[in-house]
């Protein structure tokens, strides 16, 4: 018997925000968006695993994406950030695990990478990894994911719904003092007559004192400081990379919407990539001088906001889809509980 998925958050109540969503409420409704999961329980003592984001479902090395990334406070790790500063792509998927484990992601991601026909002289690559630090669940020493359970998260990438909660990256994260995990959410915006989407994609693992749509969770117990935050953007827009980066840093509106503490040991980080074909940097495009369509500074305002809205409501489902969950706190060599947020609670909050 399977258990029955706890509600999004715009099942319960009022979401936050204006814009339409897309069908799916997620990131993979910008078109061929792939995510993956990879989750990895065992006994009391593992909680973890890795969740995998891919713009397109090709040989990304070969059909770089442009991105941009942006840092509000640096405590953390995010692999791939300074060449992805330098030159404004990607040209790998995306990974996100705990943090112990990004080198092990670092290698799932070189061996997909080199296994693709068509990079059989591949020398270097870029592999893209963000993390947070899972060990208040998890014992995070135990060299939990394996390279073979990250890779798992690459092969099980697809479109369609996205499983959300204490799942893939998701599985031992903690955010407000309650269970975290992985969230998504999607906005529809339409600029000079053309439509975009916009899905945002969260790994939520950071404290504060939460906000819901504005309204503060009364709850003294659920409050925390420390901890980290990975937001992934993606958008079908024609965005340099230049706009991109800064697409990314207004993702940072929607995590201080949440109540975040957004302390000094808060490691909370951005990437936005665009999946816009007629930007898609082919090897022929790279070897001539290339016209790319760029939807300009004046016109990107609409898309600023629609992912502080994503971002927000991605945060609060990578609540709502958590369950209460015990595990290995490695700090203090017990095993504890991690609440989930109460449902019925947020029922009255929102009504009221």
């Known amino acids: 018997m399977h258990e029955t998925p706890r509600p ?8 936050p925000g204006h814009f339409k969503t897309g069908a799916l409420n997620a990131i993979t409704d910008v078109e061929g968006v792939l995510v993956g999961h990879s989750t990895v329980i065992e ?19 070969q059909d770089k994406v442009p991105a941009g990334f942006a840092v509000y406070n640096g405590f953390g790790k995010f692999a791939g950030s300074t060449q992805i500063e330098e030159l404004g792509e990607i040209e790998t998927p995306i990974i996100l695990t705990n943090t112990l484990a990004t080198g092990r992601a670092i290698e799932a991601i070189n061996r997909h990478t080199l296994s693709q ?11 893209v990894v963000g993390e947070t630090n899972d060990s208040r669940l998890n014992d995070i020493r135990a060299g939990r994911p394996t390279v073979e359970e990250i890779s798992a998260a690459l092969k099980n990438a697809a479109t369609g719904p996205v499983a959300e909660g204490g799942i893939g990256a998701g599985s031992g994260t903690v955010a407000f003092g309650m269970k975290g995990g ?8 339409t600029i000079a007559g053309e439509t975009y989407t916009l899905g945002v994609l969260v790994q939520s693992n950071y404290g504060g004192h939460l906000l819901v749509c504005g309204k503060p969770y009364l709850s003294p ?13 993606a958008t079908d827009a024609p965005l340099s990379s230049r706009n991109l980066k800064r697409l990314a840093a207004r993702s940072f509106g929607g995590l201080a919407r949440t109540g975040a503490a ?7 980080y951005a990437l936005a990539f665009s999946t816009n074909e007629r930007l898609r940097k082919t090897p022929a495009r790279r070897k001539a001088v290339a016209d790319f ?10 898309l600023f906001e629609a992912a502080i809205e994503a971002t927000e409501e991605a945060i609060l489902n990578s609540l709502c889809a958590a369950t209460t969950t015990s595990g290995f706190n490695a700090g203090t060599g017990k095993v504890s509980t991690v609440e989930a947020i109460s449902i019925d609670t947020l029922k009255t909050l929102l009504s009221a």
């Open 221 to 233: 117990e659920h409050k925390d400081k420390d901890g980290s935050i990975v937001i992934i953007v």
């Open 293 to 302: 369509p760029e939807l300009s500074n004046d016109a990107i305002s609409p």
């Open 117 to 127: 026909p068509g990079n059989e002289k591949v020398v270097s690559i870029n592999a």
């Open 43 to 61: 006994g009391d003592t593992i909680r973890t695993g890795a969740t995998a984001i891919l713009p397109h479902g090709g040989n990304l090395f």
């Open 182 to 189: 992985i969230g998504t959410a999607s906005r529809i915006v």
């Open 262 to 268: 957004l302390s000094n040991g808060s490691g909370d």
């Open 8 to 15: 999004r958050l715009r099942d319960i109540g009022l979401p």
